[in-house]
């Protein structure tokens, strides 16, 4: 099986930048990450498919210099799915962008409601330094009666 | 000739069925009554086709049907063997109850602007996902039909589209979409190194395959599964994003989704890496799920995420069983799969009861109930009881078979784990206990506890089961459509106690089949099986 190192290093990078977005707060970044990871994984399918060759179509060429199908199909149908999650991300964005202004994806309260029990706690204050979230400083009353 | 029997025509019926539902219930998007009478009907049918596959799968081994007509190796094909069958008839059973729980409660919500038009097709999309992804005998197509699931799940999670519903959402979405991604990597990379996705096909090839890349494309497709399934260190998005969904909804996801992480999981172990290297691997993640998962549940304060924490950490259970991999840990592991979707997804509606009842699920705000609403209270207490594994119960039975094959295994791991299991299933009787003291024993309107300044701001917490504005408070009477399918589940998971012996005697037979595994290649594989390449004599150890 032959491979094209220019496409291995393509997906690399779409990787890359990919995981990088993804790891923000906002949530149209986010979406794009995902459209980027989604098509580097469409770009390993065609690495899949080993070398390059015609168009897999029956009676129009010769069998063995055809390109194999199958991985092609598979991608045709990530593609498909991958559009639609991405419309639904969007959808998801902008219902926050509605509600609260920006599309930031929050922390969870129940959590927080959590954190906080642990913070009455005296034997738990340590938590407080591991946590380190600025968020948290502010939401918290007990931190006011200190 | 075993493939070609009468029953093959079933196999892809309840995919297509439940499909053709939702087509047909978005087109009648105006009229709930006939949406409601069409999901009734297809799902109580698949709940019929299931139980016949069952009984043939069962007395014949696995039924196969060539979707297209393509020759084995080509297109695609659906099998059902005891396992698929068996989970399929299960969640048939929960999907049918569950939606006759939601029409109850649509109907105190009925007249309000609430998005129902939405919920039947997206349920019964679900439906067809979930069944596609436990009869496909093709790799792709399960990723197919994970995507289809999956799709739906978004679209049920994020109904009515509130602030915290967006939120939980957003992260359910976004960690859906990698493990879909992990696993279409994975996917990309057997085909590569195999040049099929057929799954008996697969499971020939891949031994020839060369032992570093079978463990990287099985630590990937495990990856993926796990975090479906919500095992340990990939379980972190499930309680975040569970309880903010309406009742039923969460009841459904907490059944089945994680389930069929676990099916997956389950198949690709027995299936494609039968005595693989990594089984101590999933003797850890099983380990940690079960403490972590129910150390979690026991800090909650609200009944919705204790229950979340609670199906993360009898995860763990499962896959003791899946990496244990010998007949009595997969037996295991089958029956304690039908007993926790059963379970799981009772108490969950239950919760819904209680959010009705009480006007919350925080255990800050509830009390009195036992009083109040005995019934609710024993509506409660047997599934919950069921769940932590007190000794009558299924509960208890699948923890002992569990706990047997992990004694007979032998080894420190296995032990450990074996102490481990039973820890959980003690702090779970002690979470639930919890629970049970402060909803239902003490009384109402005691003062409050420590946090009770504290008002979270969520704006689902009081009863406002379609997201609507409108909050529902103690109201003195539950409706009797809901009532009756909670208690339907509930007698039915009591009555897996008295189906014990035959059930398990079906996991056995299950479990035996997936060791096996010749009568799936061979059933799959007969008809495009090479001269001189016996499937059989290549793949039995």
């Not at chain 2, 067809?128 to 790799?139: K, R, T």
Request: charged share 15%; with cysteine.
């Amino acid at each position: 099986m032959t491979v094209n190192l220019v496409l291995i290093i393509v997906i690399g990078v779409t990787f890359a930048c990919g995981v990088t977005l993804l790891l923000e707060r906002s949530l149209t970044r986010i979406v794009v990450g995902t459209l980027l990871v989604g098509n580097a994984v469409n770009l390993i399918f065609i690495v899949a498919s080993g070398a390059p060759g015609r168009a897999p179509i029956v009676d129009e060429s010769d069998p063995s210099p055809m390109s194999d199908p199958l991985p092609q199909a598979m991608v045709l149908t990530a593609i498909v799915i991958t559009l639609g999650v991405a419309a639904f991300l969007l959808a998801l964005a902008y219902r926050s962008w509605q509600l609260e202004g920006h599309d930031e994806v929050q922390d969870d309260v129940e959590d927080r409601l959590i954190m906080r029990l642990a913070d009455l706690d005296e034997a738990s204050q340590s938590y407080e330094e591991g946590a380190g979230d600025p968020d948290e400083e502010g939401a918290d009353p007990a931190e006011a009666e200190r | 000739m075993t493939t070609d029997s009468a029953m093959s025509f079933l196999i892809p019926l309840p995919v297509v069925l439940a499909l053709l539902g939702a087509g047909v219930c978005l087109a009648l998007g105006h009229n709930a009554r006939a949406q409601r009478v069409i999901s009734f009907v297809v799902l109580t049918a698949i709940v019929g086709i299931a139980a016949t596959l069952l009984w043939a799968a069962d007395r014949d081994g696995p039924q196969v049907v060539y979707v297209g007509g393509w020759p084995a190796r080509m297109g695609i094909v659906l099998v059902a063997d005891r396992l698929s069958a068996l989970l399929l008839l299960v969640s048939a059973i929960v999907t049918l109850t569950v939606l006759v729980y939601s029409v109850g409660q649509g109907i105190i919500e009925f007249g309000r602007d609430t998005p129902l038009s939405v919920f039947y097709p997206t349920y019964l999309v679900l439906v067809a996902g979930v069944s596609n992804a436990f009869l496909s005998g093709d790799l792709f197509n399960l990723y197919v039909g994970f995507e289809v699931l999956l799709a739906a799940s978004y679209v049920l999670i994020t109904l009515g589209g509130t602030g915290p519903r967006v939120r939980a959402g957003t992260t359910y979405v976004v960690v859906s979409v990698l493990s879909s991604m992990v696993f279409l990597i994975a996917i990309a990379g057997v085909y590569a190194a195999t040049g099929t996705v057929n799954m008996a096909d697969l499971a020939v090839k891949l031994q020839e395959v060369p032992e570093g890349v079978r463990v990287v494309l099985q630590l990937m497709l495990l990856t993926a599964f796990s975090i479906k399934a919500a095992v340990f260190p990939l379980s972190a998005w499930l309680p975040d994003s569970y309880p903010t969904a309406p009742a039923p909804v969460t009841a459904v996801f907490a059944g089945l989704l994680t389930k069929v992480g676990v099916y997956a999981i389950m198949r690709v172990q027995t299936l494609l890496f039968p005595d693989s290297p990594l089984s101590e691997l999933l003797l850890w993640a099983a380990l940690l799920t079960m403490l972590i998962g129910i150390l979690g549940a026991i800090a909650q304060s609200d009944i919705k995420r204790m229950l979340s924490f609670t199906l993360v950490s009898h995860i763990g259970y499962m896959v003791f069983g899946v990496a244990i991999a010998s007949d009595l840990g997969l037996a295991g592991a089958i029956f304690y799969i039908v007993h926790h979707i059963t379970i799981q997804t009772t108490l969950f509606l239950v919760t819904g009861l209680i959010e009705i009842r009480g006007g919350s699920t925080s255990l800050e705000h509830l009390g009195g109930l036992a009083k109040a609403a005995p019934v609710l209270a024993l509506m409660f207490f047997l599934p919950a009881m069921n769940l932590s594994g007190i000794p009558p119960f299924s509960g208890f039975l699948g923890k002992v078979a569990l706990v047997q094959a992990g004694v007979d295994r032998a080894g420190w791991l296995a032990y450990l784990v074996v102490a481990a299991s039973i820890v959980t299933s003690l702090l779970t009787l002690y979470a639930i206990a919890k629970t049970w003291n402060r909803a239902f024993w003490r009384p109402r309107n005691e003062e409050p506890d420590e946090v009770g300044e504290w008002v979270p701001s969520t704006g689902t917490k009081s009863g406002e089961p379609w997201g609507d504005t409108v909050t529902v408070t103690s109201v003195r009477s539950l409706p009797r459509a809901m009532v009756a399918p909670t208690l339907t589940l509930v007698a039915l998971g009591t009555a897996l106690t008295l189906v014990a012996g035959p059930l398990f005697g079906i996991t056995e037979r299950a479990a035996s089949e997936l060791r096996d595994r010749t009568p799936y290649i061979e059933n799959v594989l007969e008809d495009g099986t090479m001269p001189g390449e016996s499937a059989s004599a290549e793949v039995s150890p």
